[in-house]
């Protein structure tokens, strides 16, 4: 059973770091893609980026040059290292899976989600 669970989440100023994990069980990633979501208040959830079991990556245009996405097969998990974050960073940031990971992994639709973790960016 497909299980993800997100943390590293938290209170962030502006300008601030944090990395985001994401530990998948259940199955092996090597073989998946994994995204990485974010869904502000009143907002519609938004891809941030992604990573497919080539090792290719993609970011929204929002948070190139500040966000960076890894895997670690052998530890199974997913990190999003997030930089200079802004105040418009601050999210429930949520990690997906999906099998079909040879695919251009920005338009896979996910099926399989963790519980979400959450992001504040103020000063």
């Known amino acids: 059973q497909v299980h993800l669970v997100e943390s590293g989440g938290g209170l962030a100023q502006p300008g601030g770091s944090l990395r985001l994990s994401c530990a998948a069980s259940?199955?092996?990633?090597?073989?998946?893609?994994i995204a990485w979501f974010r869904q502000a208040p009143g907002k519609e959830r938004e891809i941030v980026s992604c990573?497919?079991?080539?090792?290719?990556?993609y970011y929204v245009d929002s948070v190139k040059g500040r966000f960076a996405i890894s895997r670690d097969n052998a530890e199974n998990t997913v990190y999003l290292q997030v930089n200079s974050l802004k105040p418009e960073d601050t999210a429930v940031y949520y990690c997906?899976?999906?099998?079909?990971?040879?695919?251009?992994?920005?338009?896979?639709?996910?099926?399989?989600w963790g519980q979400g973790t959450q992001v504040t960016v103020s000063s």
């Open positions: 990573i497919n079991s080539a090792d290719a990556t």
């Open positions: 259940g199955f092996s990633l090597d073989y998946y893609a």
């Open positions: 997906a899976t999906d099998e079909r990971g040879g695919s251009a992994c920005e338009w896979i639709p996910y099926e399989n």
